[in-house]
């Protein structure tokens, strides 16, 4: 198995996951465009992974709430039975606004798509700072690498499309996983099919 951010190996982890016992969460930030993300929901979906998208409501490159993006987004739950989270952006409120932020933006998003919402991740924390586990609204679950959700498990990402400890195939083994990809940095033959 060699590996690279194609569709051919992202299938062949898939089909690990999906046979594993281990418990191996797939979570994906939609940061630039929605283009693969029906070909990444079908692969899951192949292999019997129930995983989690989370949707930005800032993006210059795409909008949830139009076309041809809102149908999309209704398809991975529909179609693939995948779940939807609020991809939020801290930087667009003051400190003291996040909760009421967050609990507004997953409404909208939420009634908009049909669907609740009820994960939240943070879009860049690196950079721009991330927030507060006591400005969660009740009843959301948190994504984030310092969230106490990811206590005991090991987080592994593919930020910047650059595994830092190394492809997820070779994590596999652990007992508790959390991996999270992001579609844009995946293609089938070259990431020129993206940007
Ligand atoms: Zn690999
Ligand atoms: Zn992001």
């Given at each position: 198995?060699?590996?690279?951010?194609?569709?051919?190996?992202?299938?062949?982890?898939?089909?690990?996951?999906?046979?594993?016992?281990?418990?191996?969460?797939?979570?994906?930030?939609i940061d630039?465009?929605?283009?693969?993300?029906?070909?990444?929901?079908?692969?899951?979906?192949?292999?019997?992974?129930?995983?989690?998208?989370?949707?930005?409501?800032?993006?210059?490159?795409?909008n949830p709430?139009?076309?041809?993006?809102?149908?999309?987004?209704?398809?991975?739950?529909?179609?693939?039975?995948?779940?939807?989270?609020?991809?939020?952006?801290?930087?667009?409120?003051?400190?003291?606004?996040?909760?009421?932020?967050?609990?507004?933006?997953?409404?909208?998003?939420?009634?908009?798509?049909?669907?609740?919402i009820n994960?939240?991740?943070?879009?860049?924390?690196?950079?721009?700072?991330?927030?507060?586990?006591?400005?969660?609204?009740?009843?959301?679950?948190?994504?984030?690498?310092?969230?106490?959700?990811?206590?005991?498990?090991?987080?592994?990402?593919?930020?910047?499309?650059?595994?830092?400890?190394?492809?997820?195939?070779?994590?596999?083994?652990?007992?508790?996983?959390?991996?999270?990809?992001?579609?844009?940095?995946?293609?089938?033959?070259?990431?020129?099919?993206?940007?």
């Amino acid at each position: 198995m060699s590996c690279d951010f194609s569709f051919r190996h992202y299938a062949e982890c898939a089909e690990r996951i999906g046979a594993s016992d281990h418990d191996i969460e797939m979570i994906h930030d939609i940061d630039f465009e929605p283009n693969n993300v029906l070909a990444m929901a079908e692969i899951e979906h192949r292999y019997g992974i129930s995983s989690t998208y989370f949707i930005r409501l800032h993006a210059r490159t795409y909008n949830p709430f139009a076309l041809p993006h809102l149908p999309v987004f209704q398809r991975l739950t529909k179609e693939y039975g995948h779940n939807l989270g609020l991809h939020f952006e801290p930087f667009f409120y003051a400190p003291s606004q996040i909760r009421e932020a967050i609990t507004q933006e997953r409404s909208m998003l939420g009634f908009a798509l049909g669907f609740e919402i009820n994960s939240v991740s943070i879009h860049e924390p690196a950079r721009f700072g991330s927030i507060s586990p006591e400005d969660i609204p009740i009843g959301m679950k948190y994504y984030c690498w310092d969230a106490p959700y990811y206590a005991g498990k090991k987080y592994i990402s593919d930020s910047g499309s650059r595994w830092r400890e190394g492809c997820m195939c070779e994590h596999l083994h652990r007992e508790k996983l959390i991996i999270l990809t992001h579609p844009d940095s995946w293609y089938n033959r070259t990431s020129a099919e993206n940007y």
